[in-house]
């Protein structure tokens, strides 16, 4: 026989728990039972086990820690003559109240930031972040869909449509551009409501137009193009994006007609960022003329980048058919259900020329090897069911409503503002006469307990002053008391 001493590693490893990682090595010999009922009313008390949880069943705690099942119960049983636990038969022993943690100091209440420093002249990256973090009232900031809207009835029918049918393997990794379902429904949906006609296996399922741009700008980076012109006055949001991928974003002036292509041309740049459909924050429609030298653009060398935003809410005039349906090999294409359905699903798409599609899957595998399957799946059900068209409809009917009030509301207490992009979208943007500092209007209407937004913010260049505001998730009767709310800052100033 072997006299050699035994290793530390041949030893036996103490007995363990999962549940609050309890170690039986921890415990004093012959004081188990008091050890075990300390470690859990002392996590009873700071929360670890909150009151309405339940305990382990004393024979599977017994198991895991390696003593006898009476440890537990003794431990147990003391916790409930105290008060903190009690038996409900199959329930199990419950939690049903904590004992009083010991005193600390409360942490020094974090100071929110004031209305003014909210509204600065060069906002930083987060200041989205900010605003949505700061309270008020009646929020009127753009691109809030209404989510009491959101249709729980379809979307749990769907759900449970696709978890019937769904396979044991759906459960595993998917391909990175999304699962064929939901590409299949896009490309119909597109097909039928945008004029693209596209092929399935072209679509890529992505987490919203931000992540879209996020991929793009690496792709085209790699291809040598750092530089995207942007709409002015044109989104902050996309330009930050963009920017924070360290692409240079020139403006190019949009007016009445849209983008001015002259401006694009002149300026060198070989790509361009752009919401043909419904401009943000405009409103205005880019015309038949300023398309067709578009086209001319695209065609002679360059690359369009067509954000689809709020194409599918429009009110008073007719749809506006997509560019990438004109020009596929020349147009990245994105478009998501952030405003239709709710922002919180993340789900989008992105459709890019042959030649950056490898580039764009690479990317988009690197970043999360691809979307929650599931949500995708329950998409592409109210997408072929019909459920979605019957969304937009009762969406539309509902924003017109409100549209309607807030121009009413404008015309009752800012008659002298100037109003625009009121046919489409959830926003209005608003323009003002006389020495302005919208920034600070903006700030003025915080105090008073109203969210907007300065127009200002969305533009690179000298503009007029104005605000942006948003009217889809609010009702009539709160828009009106925004908009007079607004009013009043500006008759004070």
């Not at 420093?117 to 972040?129: E, M, N, R, T, V």
């Amino acid at each position: 026989m072997s006299r050699a001493k035994t290793a530390a590693t041949d030893r036996s490893i103490a007995a363990g728990s999962d549940f609050l990682h309890l170690t039986i090595a921890d415990a004093p010999p012959g004081g188990r039972a008091d050890w075990l009922a300390a470690r859990l009313r002392q996590a009873i008390a700071d929360g670890r086990v909150p009151v309405g949880d339940r305990l382990p069943a004393t024979r599977l705690l017994a198991a895991d820690l390696g003593v006898s099942r009476g440890v537990v119960t003794e431990a147990y049983q003391r916790l409930t003559e105290e008060g903190h636990v009690t038996g409900r038969g199959r329930a199990g022993t419950v939690v049903v109240a904590a004992p009083p943690a010991p005193a600390t100091p409360a942490p020094a209440p974090t100071a929110a930031l004031a209305p003014a420093a909210l509204f600065p002249p060069a906002p930083g990256s987060d200041i989205f972040d900010a605003v949505r973090a700061a309270s008020a009232d009646i929020d009127l900031t753009p691109g809030v869909p209404d989510l009491t809207a959101f249709p729980r009835a379809d979307w749990l029918r769907a759900e449970r449509t696709v978890l019937r049918h769904l396979a044991a393997s759906d459960f595993g990794y998917g391909d990175p551009c999304g699962t064929p379902a939901l590409r299949r429904a896009v490309a119909a949906w597109l097909a039928r409501s945008r004029g693209i006609a596209v092929d399935p296996g072209e679509v890529i399922i992505v987490t919203g137009v931000s992540q879209a741009l996020g991929l793009l700008a690496q792709a085209l980076g790699a291809a040598g193009i750092h530089r995207i012109a942007v709409e002015d006055p044109g989104s902050l949001g996309v330009r930050q994006h963009l920017n924070n991928w360290r692409v240079d974003t020139p403006p190019i002036t949009v007016d009445d007609a849209g983008l001015r292509v002259d401006e694009l041309t002149a300026s060198g740049v070989r790509a361009v960022m752009l919401t043909p459909a419904h401009q943000f924050p405009t409103g205005v429609v880019l015309d038949g003329d300023r398309r067709r030298q578009l086209v001319d653009w695209a065609r002679a060398g360059g690359l369009i980048i067509e954000d689809d935003y709020d194409a599918e809410h429009r009110y008073d005039r007719p749809p506006v058919p997509a560019l990438r349906g004109l020009l596929p090999e020349q147009v990245c294409y994105a478009g998501s259900v952030s405003k239709l359905l709710a922002p919180a699903l993340r789900i989008g798409w992105l459709l890019v020329p042959a030649r950056h599609r490898e580039a764009v899957v690479a990317a988009k595998r690197n970043a999360d090897l691809g979307n929650a399957v599931l949500p995708q799946l329950v998409l592409a059900e109210l997408m072929t069911s019909g459920a979605l068209e019957r969304q937009l409809r009762l969406l539309r009917r509902r924003h017109i409503q409100r549209r309607d009030a807030m121009i009413s509301a404008l015309t009752r207490h800012l008659p002298d503002a100037t109003v625009h992009g009121a046919a489409a979208g959830l926003h209005l943007m608003i323009t003002l006469d006389g020495e302005l500092i919208d920034g600070e209007l903006a700030a003025a209407a915080l105090a008073r307990g109203v969210k907007v937004q300065p127009l200002s913010w969305h533009c690179q260049r000298p503009y007029r002053p104005g605000l942006v505001l948003g009217y889809a998730a609010r009702t009539a009767t709160e828009i009106d008391e925004g908009v007079a709310t607004i009013a009043s800052c500006l008759s004070a100033r």
